[in-house]
């Protein structure tokens, strides 16, 4: 069964930084395109960001210059650095997998696998 375990979320103020980690069970990682989406209260999910399984990177303009994607195939796990933060950030956090053959990286129904989601909150 594939698994994937977010990490990292919290509490910062405006400005700040976090790095969400993401730690995945999938057998043949390299293999993988992963997702990063968020879901505030009240809103859909949305899309974040995302890394091909060859390295290249996407993102939401709202994230752009401001949140890194990375992956460690030796580990199985992809990374969100996030840099000042804003308020308009806050929400739950999500990591997600899809076959390098499958579909659109920005739509949520391309992904197979999702992780449980960890809480990011930006105070003002």
């Known amino acids: 069964q594939v698994q994937l375990v977010e990490s990292g979320g919290g509490l910062v103020q405006a400005g700040g930084s976090l790095r969400l980690s993401c730690a995945t069970s999938v057998l043949t990682f390299s293999d993988y395109g992963m997702g990063w989406f968020r879901q505030a209260p009240g809103n859909e999910r949305e899309f974040v960001g995302a890394?091909?399984?060859?390295?290249?990177?996407i993102y939401v303009d709202s994230a752009k210059g401001r949140f890194t994607i990375s992956r460690d195939n030796a580990k199985n796990t992809v990374y969100l650095q996030m840099n000042s933060l804003k308020p308009e950030d806050t929400a739950v956090y999500y990591c997600?997998?899809?076959?390098?053959?499958?579909?659109?990286?920005?739509?949520?129904?391309?992904?197979?696998?999702w992780g449980q989601g960890t809480q990011v909150t930006v105070s003002s």
């Open positions: 890394i091909s399984w060859n390295g290249n990177t």
């Open positions: 997600a997998a899809k076959s390098r053959y499958s579909g659109d990286y920005g739509l949520v129904k391309t992904y197979s696998y």
